[in-house]
């Protein structure tokens, strides 16, 4: 510990205690104080193998364990020294100061489509602060020309901030601020709309924003980062710019994400919002389309439609804002022995539907049955999905799919259980009387059913495989 002298602005001195080894414990406690080092000191340090790493010391939680040293290399990434190999460690520097995005007017230009990037909170453009060991985010546009100077050549860009929540905490208060929002920026002139957000729930948000904004007459894209902008390896700025691009010149008149395509930086895919899904925890090209094929690639120069099959842009069609939502709803999936009691459960509590991700062509154990009947006959509604996520629920085949067809249990056919979720809540906002639900369930509004899977959609390269290397070898320079 240190002491800090503080000049309060009315003129008091105060001294304030400050901890220099944030979160450090235990032995990698003791291995800083032997050094003299701290933390953000700029250090060099020397493991028994001889090797050398330069960078600064990060902060650690206090949950983590006390072995490591972490240190963010001068290549941007961060790296774990374990105490017991540190030979020397030699601070040459100290950052103390807190990172500032520059930050520049936003150029205009009239010749150029106007933009709005609506903010949820996912990190899009940012630096990292050597103080804190925050990531701060770059949201206005003067902080997002500092970043991202590539912007002023495509638009001219306006931001507002909603909220800035992480995707894990958007709900039904966002869901219905969100679609509102875009709906006032499309009336107040914008030929695009781009939605920054994180992408761990960006799935859920795009399927369910395509039934809140219907007939859209120009592009609304989400877009997000897997990496943050102090990596190397980041896609946040390469995948903000392909956003940008499609909202202000794509031809997609529609809710879709924009991410990564390949792993390379080559281009992004622009992915429709309710067939799309998150397959990857940290891939930067995380993101596929299911039971379909992407709608577009984009890049900083051109784009090539994938498929004609979408709403195009359309300056004089007028939109549809329908922000209504019921949150009691659920997805149950569906595992071995799962027990009746989980069902009567979320009857007693009053939810209001359940999306059942089934396994095969939409099944579960005939012990369920039970509880399933008596939460349909107690007016909550029961739909069907499958858990394989590509292909159909086709409960007529067996006979355990034909009697839950006979207890009620209705099937969606190729709907996403997430894109299912969010269309329950939508349509049970605007009714509960049954026949209706399951009528506008079963009604396709955007692509969330279809009526068949393209053959060359459903591609797995198993790794390991010779033809999958000899692929790879051929395609993949």
Known sequence: MQTEQIKEPNGTIMTETKDILKGYQGLARAALSKWGVRVWSDVKIINDAGSVFEGVILPRSETFDDLHIVVKMKNGYNIGVHVDRVVSIEEIGYKEAVYKIPEKAFPRNDALPNVSLLGTGGTIASRLDYRTGAVIPAFTPGELYGAVPELADICNLTTKKLFGVFSENMAKE????????????????????????????????????????????????????????DRPSSDAARNLIHAVRAAAYGDIAE????????TSDRYGLLHRGTRCRKMHSSYRSTFRTIGDIPLAKVNRKRFDYLTEDYIKRDPTRQIKIDPVYEDRVTILYYYPGMHPDLVDALVEKGYRGIVIAGTGLGHVNRPIYPALKRAIESGVHVVMTVQTLWGFAQMYVYDTGRDLLDIGVVPLDNMLPETALMKLGWVLGHTDDHEQVMQMMRTPINGEITSREPHNGYIILQGGLSETEEYITSHWK
């Open 255 to 262: 809710v879709q994400i924009c991410m990564f395509g390949p």
């Open 174 to 229: 966002q869901y219905l601020v969100l679609a509102e929002s875009i709906g006032e920026e499309i009336a107040a002139g914008a030929d695009g709309i781009v939605v920054g957000h994180g992408t761990d729930t960006m799935g859920h948000t795009a399927a369910v924003l395509s039934f809140m904004v219907q007939q859209s007459p120009v592009p609304i894209v989400i877009v997000g980062s897997q990496r943050s902008s």
